[in-house]
């Protein structure tokens, strides 16, 4: 085999062939399903006459061409690995193919596959070229007809996009539906599913007075896991009118929840598939998290139908254009649903652990790369939650009023059209008189700015001066970066009033808070007319995708978590305080001395336990430790044990001083209400199990008793599991044991609720987890075929359970390359996300780097699919 090669941004032309209209027919068989389709052609008017005509398709077995009726002759066309050739065409023709597929043999769930028996399609980014040869390009639009044939006893329910036109009976016991879509729409949107499903039905009057029928299709067994998906999709059409002035553009809108799916879901025109995990919900199978996640997974998929759909991209490369805009859009979304503030703190602390990671790792890239191997690998965090930050400091920058007004003249200038990254910025710039010719940069620059800030406050002249120096590190193939245009939102927060105090810069008064923008590699700003010492608050809300560091002493942090206005950066404080503390834990736990408690962060968490603090969900936010992922993303070496044993010490620690008023936060937060995904219980729920995990940190009788009563009492998922996983990761087997059994025989037969059993074991920190892992790989209910349990299990190890899976005797990175060398061959997109934790194998010692670079040594001996190649080269780079 070749070794796959990259594709160029630069190298885009326009497609050669534009598709006026498309017909499709299947007819569906689980090892030979018959694909017809008939394509209206005609040649761009730029290109010449002869130009061949170039189809792709994979793994298609062509049974029948013919050109304006006409079959072609052997000498006509040609069909290679990556699709078909037809030499001479007209200037305008009707092209009919007939090919058939093998859904059931389909393990890579790209295409048509097979999931518990239902058809159904992925075609994002290059899956159509898997059902039929087509020029599988987003910039080839055409509105489609699609008629789905099969067995009408088995598969009562044919769907596609668009809206029914036709059905009937046909022989031999089959039926057929035919679907039309008006709208012009990309491959990568088209949707077929095909299966026994029950359907829930609701309704939406649009704005303009229309009245669009709400279909979600399921399995009979999750009928009553459907209710909070649809009430989450009527408030997420609701918002996007309010707020966008976006309503919906056809009669019918479906989802349908599939079990096997590589990603959570999929905005295909009018009939987005979900994956089972992020679509079904009950109070006594799915976690608040969960429950949060499908409302805001449901929304993103909806707010597709314009930001990608309607508008769609010109070519891959401008993935973050729908992808970036489409998660800012349903952050906002989510924000304005629930607890905004707290929204902000779980997408900052999961980008900063997460992306940050990826940023610094070998595979960094733009939010707009300018060169792929394989697209698959391109659905990351960067395109996806960077673009969202560049998006939200768009709309920081230009203001609400004129994003808005750019998003207008975006969605109306570029309606049925493929279009660029710069084409949504343009709109932006246009619609608010901004230069963001620098600001663009932040696309093709690839890496995480850091800003060292110094300031220096000057009573005499009553001046605080501010120095901003901005630096972003090499990644690879990218060594030399230039400034970027950083806005900086910021306070100055007086030490004697605990206020913030009035700006002025350059004889200009701001107000009290207010964005400064960084343009130069360094940049000195002076605020005038400032009484009193402060402590500067940088960077509030997150306002841009930096690491910022400023000289914090550990009472400026204490102070700032105490005073500043800016919720964000209250808890941001804390978070800094207790890094500083765990830093030197961590030496201690290295140097094998003693480790002692930092008492100003015990009293810094008593303060906060003191101060009142209205919003429950962020008062338990404030009570988090960071994570032991964000905790190593800070050292410059990683050294999981220490990482563990020191935040373990101060949760213990803290625990011990603070026991009273933690059992107090639990006795107050408790309730018996019935269960309600509102705001409110999701909140005193969080503020309860954050207080249980610190009794259970020093499993003391009350904690104990606790976490069990919590268990028993089997009130909803979100009690039930955290007290479970409290009790796995805690000590006492005598009472997790029979705990785990009676959860895992209780939930056998429910794949969603397995997947939490097997995580929750899996990220045991415990010696002996290696073992339970390979165990729970026989289990019945685990499959390698199935992208959820993977995640669950494997992905869980890998990714959560730093000690066990970096073990000093390398056996955690072995049997994570070797499910993924058996992964290449079955679903390469997921064996190549599998990776991931491998390739950071240069923030570690060098035992561990030899032997995990000694693993990407193996994966890359086997012939590899195009995915897992592209990865493992970067790794070993
Ligand atoms: N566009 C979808 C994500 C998605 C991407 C690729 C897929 O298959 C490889 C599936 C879904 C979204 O943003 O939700
Ligand atoms: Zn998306």
Known sequence: MSEPQPIYLSDYRPPAYRVIRTELSFDLDPAATRVKARLHLERHPEREAGTPLELDGEQLDLKAIAIDGQVLGEDEYAVGEAGLIVHRVPQAFLLDTEVEVAPDANTALSGLYRSSGMYCTQCEAEGFRRITFYPDRPDVMAPFSTTVIGDAATLPVLLSNGNPVERGELPGGRHFVTWEDPHPKPSYLFALVAGDLEKVEDRFTTMSGREVTLQLFVEEENLDKTDHAMASLKRAMTWDEQTYGREYDLDLFMIVAVNDFNMGAMENKGLNIFNSAAVLTHPDTATDAAFQRVESIVAHEYFHNWSGNRVTCRDWFQLSLKEGFTVFRDQCFSADTNSAPVKRIEDVSFFRTAQFAEDAGPTAHPVRPDHYIEI??????????????????????????????????????????????????????????????QFLRWYSQAGTPEIDAHGEYDYANAEYRLVLRQRTPATPGQAEKQALHIPVRLGLVGTKSGRDLPLTLDGEALGTDAVIHLREDEQEFVFTEVSEAPVPSLGRGFSAPVKLHFPYGREDLAFLQAHDSDGFNRWDAGQRLALLALDDLIAAHRNGVEKVMDPRVVEAFRGVLEARIDDKAVLAQMLTLPSEAYIAEQQPLVDVDAIHAARTFVKQSLAASLRDDFLRLYEQNRSEAPYAPQPEQIAARSLKNVALSYLMAIEDEAGLELAQAQFAANHNMTDVRHALTLLVHGSRGDIADPALKAFGEKWVHDPLVMDQWFSLQVTRPQADVLDRVKFLMAHPAFSLKNPNRVRALIGAFANQNPVNFHRADGKGYRLLADTVIELNRLNPEIAARLITPLTRWARFDETRQELMKAELERIRAEELSPNVYEVVEKALA
């Open 376 to 437: 698959g690998n391109f659905y990351t965090l960067t395109i996806y939650e960077k673009g969202a930050e560049i998006v939200r400091m768009l709309s920081n920058l230009v203001g609400e009023e004129a994003f808005r007004r750019g998003s207008d003249l975006y969605f109306s200038r570029f309606d049925g059209q493929a279009v660029t990254i710069e084409d949504f910025v343009d709109c932006m710039a246009e619609a608010s008189g901004e230069d963001l010719g």
